[in-house]
């Protein structure tokens, strides 16, 4: 079975720029959350799909929005880019909107999005 | 707001020795808790949780211990070996509009041979 995918590996963008980030979930996942990580911190949560819908959000402003296809694969789209954007973006997937939080969820490698 | 704190940046063990990365959170609602592995380029692995209803979880060379009262979790590794060298991660869920889950900073875990 395949992991989770996410590309870009890398990106640089300018300030106020849009940005979208792609993830394809593991085979049978259909819950998606995406994750900011900042440099020496841990991974803060930004939102999570279940079934193509939001069902929940962390504390990021609106310009964070996101898609997620009926083959459960996941955009995280950025609007109006900030220098403090700059960050490691994390997918994570599991089988299960509850499942990620008992069995643990599985993450991709991250986008490396940076704002000059 | 910082719901879950990893107050130790690093730490540093002998091969064969006991691991203890420790993890407070101030929550009360969260009602699981796990701990992740992060090496270099890479996601970070799932490696164990426990349920806010149980006090103790095992899992081969892995332990988690929750006490409740103290909102302090801990995770043990023993025997320590070279290849456990990496950043862990203490995390914590709470179903509130959806489940969330808030992770601590994080403990660099250095296993010397």
């Not at chain 1, 993830?23 to 900042?38: L, P």
């Not at chain 1, 490691?88 to 940076?114: I, N």
């Not at chain 2, 899992?59 to 995770?75: M, P, Q």
């Amino acid at each position: 079975e395949t992991g989770v995918t996410q590309s870009p590996t890398h990106l640089i963008k300018t300030r106020g720029q849009q940005v979208t980030l792609r993830c394809s979930s593991q085979s049978g996942h259909n819950t998606v959350s995406w994750y900011q990580q900042a440099l020496g911190q841990g991974p803060q949560f930004i939102f999570q799909y279940y079934r193509e819908e939001e069902n929940g959000r962390g504390n990021f402003p609106p310009r964070f929005s996101g898609l997620q296809f009926p083959n459960y694969s996941s955009e995280l789209n950025v609007n109006a880019l900030e220098l403090d954007d700059s960050a490691l973006y994390l997918c994570a997937s599991s089988p299960g909107q509850g499942a990620g939080v008992h069995y643990g969820y599985t993450f991709g490698s991250g986008t490396r999005l940076t704002v000059v | 707001d910082q719901q879950v704190k990893q107050n130790s940046p690093s730490l540093s063990v002998q091969e064969g020795r006991i691991s203890i990365l420790n993890c407070d959170y101030t929550n009360s609602m969260f009602d699981y808790f796990l701990w992740y592995k992060k090496y270099p380029a890479e996601g970070p692995t799932f490696l164990i949780s426990i349920s806010s209803i149980k006090d103790k979880n095992e899992d081969g060379r892995f332990t988690v211990f929750l006490n409740k009262s103290a909102k302090h979790l801990s995770l043990h590794i023993v025997p320590s070996q070279p290849g456990d060298s990496a950043v862990y991660f203490c995390a914590a869920s709470v179903k509130s509009g959806g489940f969330k889950t808030i992770f601590g900073a994080g403990t660099r875990l250095f296993v010397k041979a």
